[in-house]
């Protein structure tokens, strides 16, 4: 009886290391800080400082629903190593957090934005429509 509890214990900690192993190194401030534009002249700053600057961003590509155009200034920091459902959806990224404000939201606003490697390429990315694939992506200017 114990042999088969022993090799589902393997089994369940072998999944694990492979799913943790995957994940990939995590960016670090200097990967991820630059001036990233976006969708219709939308830019986004991220200093090495953490300072957070937006400006003419559709708040939709930010937060779902809404379509004011931000601009303001706040915070930025690096989030957590991507889970589980990252890597099975087959994109590999990075929580990096917000705290924003700006017009139309005086009291502030926190969000995430999703630093991922796609072709070589850095990309800052929102999730417009997670079901369906569609995002607002940034990209950062050379």
């Known amino acids: 009886m114990t042999q088969p509890i022993f090799r589902r214990v393997f089994a369940l900690a072998a999944l694990t290391a492979l799913l943790t192993g995957c994940a990939g190194k995590s960016p670090d ?3 991820v800080a630059g001036t990233w534009d976006g ?21 939709r590509d930010l937060i779902a629903g809404d379509n004011t155009v931000l601009s303001g200034e706040g915070t930025w920091a690096l989030g957590q190593a991507p889970g589980q459902y990252a890597f099975l959806k087959g994109v590999q990224w990075w929580d990096v957090k917000l705290a ?8 502030g606003l926190t969000t995430d934005l999703h630093y991922a490697m796609e072709d070589g390429r850095p990309v800052l990315f929102s999730w417009i429509d997670e079901d369906s694939g569609d995002r607002a992506d940034f990209h950062r200017q050379p």
């Open 100 to 107: 924003l404000t700006a017009n139309g939201y005086p009291k």
């Open 29 to 31: 401030t200097a990967q």
């Open 39 to 59: 969708p219709a002249g939308a830019t986004i700053i991220l200093s090495a400082d953490h300072h957070l600057t937006v400006k003419n961003v559709p708040a």
